[in-house]
């Protein structure tokens, strides 16, 4: 509290009256300009979810690219209303809203459909989802446990068939005439025009389900379906998952103790995972073909596509994620037929957009981690390489649309940028599809014609242009959301040296370059997330810290994505050792190269693996971090779920050394420095007794600690005046320990 005690001395000394000198007084340091902080901006930022709502959302455009379909609330409110934009006239309308399909009646969700969301981080209300039938002609919208279908043409709504419980993860068939539901752990069929429903599947216990993701596929694969139509609409994949062997959690209400906890399976690792396999069923009704792997070798089900022209495709892994195999299955027969083996010795990423079949069937695209950076490659259909499309050097980060001679792919050699390229699938010409700085993506019709270019750019601004396929713009999906009151004061800088780390630093916008100011922060400091991009959005509550008088920064160390395989994989086995010596070689490195960064100063902050970083920081690395706050933080990896953790660290039973190096409660015993704790006691994602733990371990060890459990919270925190109330304890935590800026 260095300015606090500073303030009590000279308070002292003028009671005293020790005023008699009559030598010229020394010029009084430099005082701080006022902040331009203020709590208005917090209010602002909680009760438009960071001036998000009013954006357009879940962008689709029909196949033949007559139309775009996006999701768009108001500026401070979570319900979401159906749009439609028209290419030929430049226009946008209503086309569905929840009070109309409900007739007023109030929306109403299950436990179980509230947990899918929370794994796909939605807040929305109204209409949260919808899909479109693939000729583009008609929508499906599960909305308060019920079904809908809406003719985009007329607006007709027809309520499909409720019976047999409340409906998750509703998708239409190939032709668009049946829709396909789990309701309560079984699949349903129902045809639309008749509206009867047939039931395909009967679980044989509680702990059976038919047709969806188990919980690490949706959480930690990317991987939300269930069930896959044939192409021709005939046969239904479908996943079964056995949980029985899964361990039970239980999230109770501490604010409502007379609710009965709700029970969540979760495997941690080392423990038993849920079972999982792949049927085939007509959609008629009938047996189920089950398809044949080696379910011991490789129990993780990643993947799973069903294309025109192609086989079912299957992508599956080993329990320590180093080896996987992708299987073409008969369904028939259920017989699989290898068509290619990934390994590497520290683990494989999955790209949830591979393998991207052609049109024709004649062989599918693929991409590979296995010269020592992301490719984009085709092979036939055999699973043989055909030829790499892109070289390890292009900085491929992710496949925006695969037509019959070409492709539009993300890349960009600076990890700060994604940028939008087209190469030719025959001639390898390259050309560029976006324009300016930023993060660039497009969604495009299925025929390649029209496109939803977004932008967000380093002022903050996001932008989403529908392009035709000559590249006029017919015009831009309108954002009806608040315009934050600033744009991020943000400098992108590379610090060199031997690893030349990616950094972001966030001034004051009333920057005094003769002060010294302290420094907080930012940190993830995880695999597959960055913090240091271009987009300018993702900087605001970080501009609101620095607005308070301080230089907030975030680096992204080796472990974090877009530097190549070498980079990431640096991890395996401890997830804190080196990104710890990362940050803190960062934050030396910047405090040495300006000046007015005070290296004596610096606090830490971060959010679920930056909470954990946060807490390791101020533990492992007092030397550097003077204060820390961790939200939602992993105290013990052995309390997380299997498919991450295992991926990183390996078994536990292989690896106890590196578990307990990796555990926060391990290093409790050496906190020296400030820590505020805080945890959403409903979180399912990283559980709320991990935070009891950290807490517990600090007082027996005799170590002082904050601890701010939010009541009833999750993973996220959505709602505005727990956020507002939340950034602003958090501001004014590490205010009180770094204090103000300084003369130099």
Same mark, same amino acid.
């Given at each position: 509290?260095?300015?606090?005690?500073?303030?009590?001395?000279?308070?002292?000394?003028?009671?005293?009256?020790?005023?008699?000198?009559t030598?010229?007084?020394?010029?009084?340091?430099?005082?701080?300009?006022p902040?331009?902080?203020?709590d208005?901006f917090l209010?602002d930022?909680?009760?438009?979810?960071?001036?998000?709502?009013?954006?357009?959302?879940?962008i689709?455009?029909t196949p033949?690219?007559?139309?775009?379909?996006?999701?768009?609330?108001?500026?401070?409110?979570?319900?979401q209303?159906?749009?439609?934009?028209?290419?030929?006239?430049?226009?946008e309308?209503?086309?569905?809203?929840?009070?109309?399909?409900?007739?007023?009646?109030?929306?109403?969700?299950?436990?179980?459909?509230?947990?899918?969301?929370?794994?796909?981080?939605?807040?929305?209300?109204?209409?949260?989802?919808?899909?479109?039938?693939?000729?583009?002609?008609?929508?499906?919208?599960?909305?308060?446990?019920?079904?809908?279908?809406?003719?985009?043409a007329?607006?007709?709504?027809?309520?499909?068939?409720?019976?047999?419980?409340?409906?998750?993860?509703?998708?239409?068939?190939?032709?668009?005439?049946?829709?396909?539901?789990?309701?309560?752990?079984?699949?349903?069929?129902i045809?639309?025009?008749?509206?009867?429903?047939?039931?395909?599947?009967?679980?044989?216990?509680?702990?059976?389900?038919?047709?969806?993701?188990?919980?690490?596929?949706?959480?930690?694969?990317?991987r939300?379906?269930?069930?896959?139509?044939?192409?021709?609409?005939?046969?239904?994949?479908?996943?079964q998952?056995?949980?029985?062997?899964?361990?039970?959690?239980?999230?109770?209400d501490?604010?409502?103790?007379?609710?009965?906890?709700?029970?969540?399976?979760?495997?941690?690792?080392?423990?038993k995972?849920?079972?999982?396999?792949?049927?085939?069923?007509?959609?008629?009704?009938?047996?189920t073909?089950?398809?044949?792997?080696?379910r011991?070798?490789?129990?993780?089900?990643?993947?799973?596509?069903?294309?025109?022209?192609?086989?079912?495709?299957?992508?599956?892994q080993?329990?320590?994620?180093?080896?996987?195999?992708?299987?073409?299955?008969?369904?028939?027969?259920?017989?699989?037929?290898?068509?290619?083996?990934?390994?590497d010795?520290?683990?494989?990423?999955?790209d949830?957009?591979?393998?991207?079949?052609?049109a024709?069937?004649?062989?599918?695209?693929?991409?590979?981690?296995?010269?020592?950076?992301?490719?984009?490659?085709?092979?036939?259909?055999?699973?043989?390489?055909?030829?790499?499309?892109?070289?390890p050097?292009?900085?491929?980060?992710?496949?925006?649309?695969?037509?019959?001679?070409?492709?539009?792919?993300?890349?960009a050699?600076?990890?700060?940028?994604?940028?939008?390229?087209?190469l030719?699938?025959?001639d390898?010409?390259?050309?560029?599809?976006?324009?300016?700085?930023?993060?660039?993506?497009?969604?495009?019709?299925?025929?390649g014609?029209?496109?939803?270019r977004t932008?967000?750019?380093?002022?903050g601004?996001?932008?989403?242009?529908v392009?035709?396929?000559?590249?006029?713009?017919?015009?831009?999906?309108?954002?009806?959301?608040?315009?934050?009151?600033?744009?991020?004061?943000?400098?992108?800088?590379?610090?060199?040296?031997?690893?030349?780390?990616?950094?972001?630093?966030?001034?004051?916008?009333?920057?005094?370059?003769?002060?010294?100011?302290?420094?907080?922060?930012?940190?993830?400091?995880?695999?597959?997330?960055?913090?240091?991009?271009?987009?300018?959005?993702?900087?605001?509550?970080?501009?609101?810290?620095?607005?308070h008088g301080?230089?907030?920064?975030?680096?992204?160390?080796?472990?974090?994505?877009?530097?190549?395989?070498?980079?990431?994989r640096?991890?395996?086995?401890?997830?804190?050792?080196?990104?710890?010596?990362?940050?803190v070689?960062?934050?030396?490195?910047?405090?040495?190269?300006?000046?007015?960064?005070?290296?004596?100063?610096?606090?830490?902050?971060?959010?679920s693996?930056?909470?954990? $970083?946060?807490?390791?920081?101020?533990?492992?690395?007092?030397?550097?971090?003077?204060?820390?706050?961790?939200?939602?933080?992993?105290?013990?990896w052995?309390?997380?779920?299997?498919?991450?953790?295992?991926?990183?660290?390996?078994?536990?039973?292989?690896?106890?050394?590196?578990?307990?190096?990796?555990?926060?409660l391990?290093?409790?015993?050496?906190?020296q420095?400030?820590?505020?704790?805080?945890?959403?006691?409903?979180?399912?994602?990283?559980?709320?007794?991990?935070?009891?733990?950290?807490?517990?371990?600090?007082?027996?060890?005799?170590?002082?600690?904050? $601890?701010?459990?939010?009541?009833?919270?999750?993973?996220?925190?959505?709602?505005?005046?727990?956020?507002?109330?939340?950034?602003?304890?958090?501001?004014?935590?590490?205010?009180?320990?770094?204090?103000?800026?300084?003369?130099?």
């Amino acid at each position: 509290m260095r300015n606090s005690l500073r303030t009590i001395f000279l308070a002292a000394a003028l009671a005293t009256g020790c005023t008699q000198s009559t030598q010229p007084e020394a010029p009084a340091p430099s005082a701080a300009p006022p902040s331009l902080a203020s709590d208005s901006f917090l209010t602002d930022y909680a009760e438009t979810f960071r001036f998000r709502l009013g954006r357009p959302s879940q962008i689709k455009v029909t196949p033949d690219g007559d139309a775009v379909l996006f999701l768009r609330s108001g500026p401070r409110s979570f319900v979401q209303d159906l749009w439609l934009f028209d290419p030929a006239t430049g226009t946008e309308r209503v086309l569905l809203t929840a009070e109309k399909i409900l007739e007023g009646g109030e929306e109403k969700l299950t436990a179980e459909e509230l947990a899918r969301r929370e794994r796909m981080r939605l807040a929305a209300r109204g209409i949260a989802g919808y899909s479109l039938s693939p000729d583009g002609k008609q929508i499906l919208v599960p909305l308060s446990g019920r079904l809908f279908v809406a003719e985009r043409a007329s607006g007709k709504v027809t309520e499909l068939p409720s019976d047999g419980g409340h409906p998750i993860d509703p998708r239409f068939s190939p032709d668009g005439t049946k829709v396909v539901v789990v309701r309560d752990g079984d699949l349903f069929v129902i045809d639309v025009a008749a509206g009867k429903q047939k039931r395909l599947t009967v679980r044989e216990t509680e702990t059976i389900e038919n047709g969806l993701a188990e919980f690490v596929a949706q959480e930690e694969m990317g991987r939300m379906e269930g069930s896959w139509f044939s192409p021709d609409g005939r046969l239904l994949a479908y996943q079964q998952t056995d949980v029985s062997q899964v361990e039970t959690n239980f999230i109770s209400d501490p604010m409502n103790p007379q609710a009965p906890a709700q029970p969540w399976r979760y495997p941690r690792p080392g423990k038993k995972n849920a079972e999982v396999r792949l049927g085939i069923v007509p959609v008629a009704g009938g047996k189920t073909v089950w398809a044949q792997w080696d379910r011991e070798r490789y129990p993780y089900l990643a993947t799973v596509k069903w294309a025109k022209g192609a086989p079912l495709t299957v992508l599956v892994q080993n329990r320590t994620q180093t080896e996987e195999a992708l299987l073409a299955i008969d369904p028939a027969t259920g017989a699989a037929r290898e068509l290619l083996v990934e390994r590497d010795e520290a683990w494989l990423n999955i790209d949830q957009e591979m393998p991207r079949w052609l049109a024709d069937g004649s062989g599918f695209l693929w991409t590979t981690e296995r010269e020592g950076a992301w490719q984009l490659e085709l092979r036939g259909r055999d699973g043989k390489l055909v030829r790499a499309i892109t070289d390890p050097g292009f900085g491929y980060q992710g496949l925006s649309f695969a037509g019959d001679d070409h492709v539009v792919v993300a890349a960009a050699k600076d990890p700060t940028q994604r940028q939008l390229f087209r190469l030719g699938l025959a001639d390898g010409k390259l050309e560029a599809v976006s324009v300016g700085d930023g993060l660039h993506d497009a969604i495009w019709a299925a025929k390649g014609g029209l496109s939803v270019r977004t932008t967000a750019a380093p002022s903050g601004e996001t932008r989403w242009q529908v392009v035709k396929a000559d590249g006029t713009v017919a015009g831009a999906l309108q954002s009806k959301a608040e315009k934050a009151p600033f744009a991020p004061n943000l400098e992108l800088v590379r610090l060199g040296g031997e690893h030349d780390f990616a950094a972001g630093i966030l001034r004051p916008r009333n920057f005094d370059p003769k002060l010294r100011y302290p420094v907080i922060v930012y940190v993830y400091g995880g695999p597959h997330y960055q913090t240091v991009t271009a987009a300018g959005d993702r900087w605001l509550l970080q501009q609101w810290f620095a607005d308070h008088g301080f230089v907030v920064v975030s680096i992204d160390g080796r472990g974090t994505p877009n530097r190549g395989r070498a980079w990431e994989r640096v991890i395996k086995g401890n997830l804190i050792d080196v990104p710890l010596a990362d940050q803190v070689a960062g934050v030396k490195a910047l405090a040495a190269k300006y000046p007015e960064m005070d290296g004596d100063r610096v606090g830490i902050f971060g959010w679920s693996f930056g909470g954990y $970083f946060s807490a390791m920081a101020v533990m492992r690395a007092p030397e550097t971090f003077k204060v820390g706050v961790a939200g939602a933080p992993v105290a013990d990896w052995m309390d997380y779920d299997t498919h991450y953790t295992e991926r990183y660290m390996g078994m536990p039973e292989a690896n106890a050394q590196g578990y307990e190096k990796s555990s926060v409660l391990t290093w409790a015993k050496d906190l020296q420095r400030p820590l505020l704790i805080v945890h959403g006691t409903a979180d399912d994602n990283v559980y709320f007794s991990h935070a009891l733990k950290m807490s517990d371990a600090l007082f027996r060890a005799g170590k002082k600690h904050d $601890f701010l459990p939010l009541a009833g919270f999750t993973h996220m925190v959505p709602d505005p005046l727990v956020t507002t109330r939340l950034y602003g304890q958090i501001q004014r935590y590490l205010a009180a320990e770094l204090g103000k800026p300084e003369a130099r």
